[in-house]
């Protein structure tokens, strides 16, 4: 069905795909990446690596043109914590409860899949993240880990139980 025109005439936005990245969206990704995290991105690499042993773990936000969100999750093979390695969403698509739709379909995955816990880091100051992860039943209980991305880099480490 055609959207309803807003009282202005425009249309609204189209809604956002939530789908497994493909090998074909390792470039637009890297840009997103560079976008979202412009002073320390993953490298095209990075993500093509984490692709090529995680490819199911690694969900994005599509809107039929441009990829606007993304989760990059990983697994070991050991029966250890599955990590999530990166969450973001578009500056423009923030506060529409994009990232808790993502990380939500990360954890219903990690858990269908046997997971038992999962970890992440966060910047101590990035109140947005913190607040999204305590929802989602994330809790702190070690405290900021001092230099834990290296020397000045402080980092919360996050877990919860599935
Ligand atoms: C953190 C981030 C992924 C959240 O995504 P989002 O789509 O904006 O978040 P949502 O709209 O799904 O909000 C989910 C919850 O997060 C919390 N939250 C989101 N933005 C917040 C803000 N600016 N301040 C405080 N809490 C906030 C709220 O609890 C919110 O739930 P509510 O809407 O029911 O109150 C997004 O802000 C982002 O991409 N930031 C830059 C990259 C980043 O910091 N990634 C995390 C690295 S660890």
């Known amino acids: ?16 795909h939530l789908r497994g990245v493909t090998e074909g969206d390792l470039e637009a990704l890297a840009l997103l990446e560079r976008e979202i995290f412009p002073e320390e991105p993953y490298p095209y690499f990075v993500l093509r690596q984490m692709y090529d042993l995680h490819p199911g773990h690694l969900l994005v936000l599509d809107d039929g043109t441009a990829l606007k969100g993304y989760v990059l999750v990983a697994t070991p093979p050991d029966d250890g914590p599955s990590w999530v390695l990166g969450l973001g969403i578009t500056r423009d698509e923030r506060g529409r409860g994009h990232g808790r739709r993502l990380m939500r379909e990360a954890l219903r995955r990690l858990r269908a899949d ?9 910047d101590p100051a990035n109140l947005a993240a913190i607040v999204l992860y305590e929802s989602l039943g994330f809790t702190a209980d070690e405290g900021v880990r001092k230099d834990y991305f290296g020397p000045g880099a402080d ?5 919860r139980s599935l």
């Open 114 to 122: 046997g997971v038992r816990e999962v970890c992440l880091t966060v």
């Open 1 to 16: 069905m055609t959207p309803l025109p807003t009282h202005r005439g425009e249309q609204p936005p189209p809604p956002l």
């Open 155 to 159: 980092r919360l480490v996050m877990r």
